[in-house]
């Protein structure tokens, strides 16, 4: 149930003749109240009287004797039990809005009938339906969860805090993708009012948790990246040209998104694809160990990688230079140090 507005609850309350002796605690918890036709101290709930429910229950029991007085004196029951027609137990349930589908037996015995609103078969009895007036469970059920359903105003309201106007009537089913627009960007979405109403952003696009493949790719143009394949995905390798330099690289769009680079080639740190390479393979006698790397040639000895590991205590057992740094074993020329 959405949230009530206090004022609008105790009016509620007063107009059921019951006056609130505390603040509103919520719509299911019990409301300290005084019945203001006997004097009675009471704990209706909310909901309850919003559903058309009595708040004051000695009240009630007066009622319902009333009404079962009223049927003797009207002589639409007796005592006895016996003395009641079929023609007259007809009418009455007739009255109730249910239809019998077999013969009268008595009184207080269940009657199989059916509900002429709804249609559904059940079994009440004639006592039953006149000391209560209960004539149809599911009737009864429907009519409760209509008096606590939204009104179209508070649904509306959950809508607009998400950040999108509904375009559509809403049927009552929570996780049900309703179509919207959202505020901000002005597309069009579909998000259910549970959505809307427990993460406060009703719109995919401006959450951040959906990305349009054409802004994506746009994006991508407008920082120097053309793709080559469909938009994978935030965080997914995807196939680019870099625009600059030509190469072919595999960056994510949540990288690039978050400022991060694209292409090794052109960055100033790690290992580049067009610069004078080598390849080499070290060994350490006291770690008993073998080392394989790759590394670009370096113009001051303190940057180069083997020069490093050199000074860790590493061997060189030998090493293997290329023009650049892409992959081509024909073009292999070893060289010793």
Not at 188 to 212: L, Q
Not at 296 to 310: E, G, P, Y
């Given at each position: 149930m959405a949230v009530v507005d206090p004022k609008e609850a105790e009016a509620l309350m007063l107009k059921a003749k019951l006056k609130p002796k505390e603040p509103y605690k919520g719509a299911t918890a019990k409301w300290k109240c005084e019945c203001l036709q006997c004097g009675e101290t009471v704990f209706p709930q909310y909901s309850m009287v919003k559903s058309g429910q009595g708040g004051c229950r000695p009240c009630g029991y007066k009622k319902v004797s009333k009404k079962m007085k009223q049927a003797h004196a009207a002589g639409k029951m007796n005592h006895k039990r016996t003395k009641i027609t079929e023609k007259h137990a007809l009418k009455l349930i007739r009255e109730h809005g249910r239809i019998p589908l077999e013969p009268f037996i008595a009184v207080s015995k269940p009657w199989l009938s059916k509900c002429a609103k709804c249609k559904t078969v059940s079994s009440p009895s004639l006592a039953r339906l006149i000391y209560k007036g209960t004539a149809c469970a599911v009737c009864g059920r429907e009519k409760s969860s209509d008096a606590k359903k939204l009104s179209e105003a508070e649904v509306q309201d959950t809508f607009r805090r998400a950040g999108v106007e509904l375009l559509v009537k809403y049927q009552y089913k929570n996780d049900e993708p309703l179509k919207c627009r959202c505020l901000r960007?002005?597309?069009?979405?579909?998000?259910?009012?549970?959505?809307?109403?427990?993460?406060?952003?009703?719109?995919?696009?401006?959450?951040?948790?959906?990305?349009?493949?054409?802004?994506?790719?746009?994006?991508?143009i407008r920082l120097g990246y053309m793709p080559k394949v469909k938009y994978p995905g935030t965080d997914l390798p995807w196939k680019v040209q870099h625009i600059k330099c030509g190469t072919i690289c595999f960056p994510t769009y949540g990288t690039i998104k978050r400022g991060g680079g694209g292409c090794r080639n052109c960055a100033e740190w790690g290992f580049s694809y067009d610069k004078p390479s080598y390849l080499y393979l070290i060994t350490h006698e006291k770690f008993n160990a073998h080392k394989v790397g790759i590394a670009?040639?370096?113009?001051?000895?303190?940057?180069?990688?083997?020069?490093?590991?050199?000074n860790d205590g590493w061997l060189v057992h030998k090493i293997w230079e290329f023009k650049d740094g892409k992959l081509d074993p024909g073009r292999m020329a070893p060289s010793g140090v």
């Open positions: 960007c002005k597309r069009i979405v579909t998000p259910s009012y549970a959505n809307a109403r427990k993460h406060k952003e009703g719109c995919k696009y401006c959450g951040g948790t959906f990305v349009d493949p054409l802004e994506a790719k746009e994006f991508m670009n040639i370096a113009k001051l000895k303190k940057t180069d990688r083997v020069h490093r590991h050199k």
